[in-house]
């Protein structure tokens, strides 16, 4: 993947946050060793901090496992605007899919970089993603939507057991 960003042109500098990051850091280093590739791994964080790394970031990967709607790193991502690519299909990532997200096949790294070295490299392709982040996050991820949909959910019929 680092080769695919860097025959597009771009220097890949690449932020490893959260859960198990620190842990991996050996591992982490393996991967990109030969590449031209500067590595940043922060470990845990607290939210200010996962927000302002975020928002100084041009995309995101979400590379452990397939997206779904329960992945807090990916809504993060979303809410601070980033482009992201992952892993996933739309079936299983509702609502996530339908924010600025590129989904590839599980594990096809090429297809990974191939995303990535697209979105950093079409500006206007940026900004439909980023776009597509704004209107998820308000749809789907705002407090307010959340508080619709909970309202609704009270609201609704119960049926008898």
Do not use: H
């Not at 996962?50 to 397939?66: F, P, Q």
């Not at 997206?67 to 809410?79: E, K, L, Q, V």
């Not at 601070?80 to 997200?101: D, H, N, R």
């Not at 697209?118 to 996050?137: H, M, T, V």
């Amino acid at each position: 993947m680092a080769t695919r960003v860097a025959a597009a042109g771009r220097k890949l500098r690449v932020v490893f946050l959260g859960r198990g990051t620190a842990e991996a850091q050996d591992e982490i280093l393996r991967a990109f060793d030969g590449t031209s590739t500067e590595i940043s791994n922060l470990g845990m964080q607290d939210a200010t901090a996962v927000r302002d790394t975020l928002m100084s970031s041009d995309a995101m990967l979400c590379v452990r496992g397939e997206m779904n709607p329960t992945r807090g790193s990916a809504i993060a991502g979303i809410a601070c605007g980033l482009p992201i690519v992952g892993y996933g299909t739309s079936q299983k990532a509702f609502p996530i899919s339908e924010a600025g997200v590129r989904l590839v096949p599980y594990r096809d790294s090429e297809a990974l970089g191939t995303n990535l070295a697209q979105i950093l490299s079409d500006g206007q392709l940026r900004e439909q993603l980023i776009k597509a982040n704004r209107a998820a996050q308000e749809n789907f991820f705002s407090w307010s939507s959340i508080a619709d949909q909970v309202i609704r959910a009270l609201n609704s019929p119960r049926t008898q057991a």
